[in-house]
């Protein structure tokens, strides 16, 4: 049952005396955190946990189940516990901390007057998560950072629920100030949780990708404790700055997109922040931005304290696309040639995996530059190639003709084949067109801000795929607009009963050796009840949502459109557990421990861009209680 605030006087002195104690010797053994939605900063999203292992993760139980009453949009949200305590944002963005033993409401906040923002909430409104800070002292301060997407960053105290008053404008930086442009009409908001290093909040903003005009993507750093902007980094860099002449002329100015949409990974011990940066506005033309149009695309790591650029890498020139870069690298460490090297990993929408020096941006495999094909839309310059690396092998598939057909059944077979021949098929960075292009891997990857976790024990990475071709086409747009072309909507290619048209999987999870930059195991991930019954394998399902690993040998994750949740053996990929959930679970989940018991809770609200049907639900799982 949800506890409101007001009414649980008792839960809250006993939340308080929970949080403000020492914790002892003999707590520690029975308490383990997630402590931001990577878990650690690096975001590997692996924890050390063994209560839950390959041999009883069958014998899983619901342990609790809360809800938010919100079940009108999705929810994205990983869930963070710090000390017995949960931390989640809600669908319509509350923030809620909840007793991680049993789902009990402890207190609630509502960034908005009245329910309703004033402004424009960018993406829809989606949240993955919030951030949480301390002064590291027992009695000290305990903040949750909230960063929501209609432009607003909260400082909330962790202990209350209430804002910090010395933060901002009474707890509320306002993230339209200190922009020097009228974003009033824009969308422009965080949708992934802060990063936290030191005592800097970094924040990275969806903002709108044309083809009109579009805010500024720039990652921001502000005061922890004042909320006062300490840097802005310049993601289309400015005249004088390093990258402005990948950009033909003044195509710079004014130029939307470019944005660490997807979060951030920290490496506290140097100091340092990385982010996978998204395409540069508008997604599918660019002919009024010639050149390789830095940093669009590029993996990229800044000094946390100044926001100085360390290194770049940009795995797509001149994106055409959409194919951003969705989410963060993962900070892992790997072993070449007996040698330990610290890297960062970055998963692309484009299906490949690239593995950086994590220091130096040097890629720890080989990588081409490979021709490309020209376009020839009107006053288009595409890139004439495009990075590929040696190592690891493509994640998905990258083309489609007519031997990728779909094989499901010969009436499938022949539709495709039909509405094939009024397309342009073909490989990877094949450019879009006025009479319709596939494109393949499609605007949902490959990977998506889903992301990966990593295995520090093997030095596998596993993260979850899609196979679904698009069409872009592109249309005139009219010369009463200030721009040459538009995109005939996100379309995906489908038979004539709404399958992808390509060949299964669908939908997959892999896991690579990024020692050896070699797959070791890939399984589709998901299936269509009523094609299994038809006696098809499982195909996999479009899927969003993320992997996490333990050490007691499991992979978990729920992302696919059948609306499980799966344990997978990370040895082999085979399932070991599924449950179906009472509505998709389109986030990541976590684990952590309270009173020795490990939980692992997954938001189940449905929705979202699968678009099947919503909920409002947070289940935690556990082994059955043996307390007395």
Known sequence: MNLKLILV????????????????AQESLTTANWISVGNDRGCMRYSEMTQINRQNVDQLEVAWVYRTG????????????????????TNHLRVCALDARNGNEL???????????????????VNR?????????????????????DGQLFSIDARTGRLDKGFGDSGVKNLRADIQRDLSKMPYGPTSAPAICGDVVILGFSCGEGPGPAAPGDIRAFDVHTGEQLWRFHTVPRPGEFGNE???????????GANAWGGFSVDQQRGMIF??????????????????????????????????????????????????LPVYPNLVTVTRNGKKIDAAAQVTKTGYVFVFDRETGRPLFEVKEIPALKSDVPGEKSWPTQPVPVKPPPISKLKFDEEDVSNISEAARKHVLKELKKLRPGGDFNPPSLEGTIAM????????????????????????????????TLTPAGIEKPFPFDVKGYVKFRDQDGYPAIKPPWGMLSAIDLNRGELVWQVPLGEFAELTKLGIPPTGTENF?????????????????DEKFRAFDKQTGKILWETKLPAGGYATPSTYMVAGRQYVVIAACGGGKPGTKSGDTFIAFALPDQSP
Not at 9 to 24: E, G, W
Not at 305 to 320: A, I, N, P, S
Not at 449 to 458: H, K, N, R, V
Not at 545 to 557: D, P
């Open 9 to 24: 006087p008792l839960a809250l002195s006993i939340l308080l005396a929970t949080v403000q104690a020492p914790t002892t």
């Open 70 to 89: 919100e079940g009108d949009k999705t929810c994205e949200c990983t869930p963070i516990v710090i000390d017995g305590v949960m931390y989640i944002t």
């Open 107 to 125: 207190w609630s906040f509502d960034p908005f007057e009245n329910g309703k923002s004033k402004w424009r909430l960018a993406s829809g409104g």
């Open 129 to 149: 998560g919030v951030a949480y800070w301390s002064d590291g002292k027992p009695d000290g301060q305990r903040r949750i950072l909230h960063g929501t997407s």
């Open 246 to 256: 990948t950009w033909e002329g003044d195509s710079w100015r004014g130029r939307g």
């Open 275 to 324: 982010a996978g940066l998204g395409s540069a506005a508008f997604d599918f033309y660019g002919g009024d931005r010639e050149g390789q149009n830095l940093f669009a695309n590029c993996t990229i790591a800044l000094d946390a304290k100044t926001g100085e650029r360390v290194w770049h890498f940009q795995t797509l020139h001149h994106d055409l696309w959409d194919h951003d």
């Open 441 to 472: 891997p499609g605007f949902h990857g490959g990977a998506t801000w889903s992301g990966a976790s990593f295995d520090p024990e093997t030095g596998w990475l596993y993260v979850n795929s899609n196979n679904i071709p698009n069409i872009i």
């Open 545 to 561: 949502g993320g992997t996490i690993t333990t050490a007691g040998g499991l992979v978990l994750i729920g992302a696919s459109k």
